[in-house]
């Protein structure tokens, strides 16, 4: 009987760890629902901490790309999987997998739709 409680609890963990770290698509949409609204997306650039790397609406880094009018010159499907898994278009991108929702997906790409747009020198 300790045999299968031990078991038990082995799968479990491993079942734990695997949600923590290599989250399924279905898993993140029931667990990380969002609304998709503009303010949504702000709150979520502010959450994983966006502006550490990209310079948004003139504030932050700019160890990554400028995100003002971004959505001017690069494809929204392609941020969209950005978004989702950097690593799926560029495999030796420093930007980390943050395993987000669709809904936060969708928050973030409402947010950049307001962003200022760039300005021509």
Not at 21 to 50: H, M
Not at 81 to 90: A, D, G
């Amino acid at each position: 009987m300790r045999r299968w409680i031990f078991i038990g609890i082995i799968a479990l963990l491993i079942i734990i760890i695997w949600l923590r770290f290599f989250p399924p698509r279905a898993w993140l949409n029931l667990t990380k629902q969002v609304e998709i609204s503009p303010a949504s997306g702000a709150a979520l650039v502010e959450k994983y901490d966006c502006r550490n790397c990209h310079r948004i609406d003139g504030e932050g880094a700019l160890v990554g790309p400028q995100l003002d009018g971004i959505l001017e010159y690069k494809d929204p499907e392609i941020i969209r999987l950005w978004l989702h898994n950097p690593r799926v278009i560029k495999g030796n991108t420093p930007m980390p997998n943050f395993h987000l929702s669709d809904t936060e997906v969708e928050a973030i790409m409402a947010y950049l739709e307001t962003l200022p747009k760039l300005k021509a020198n």
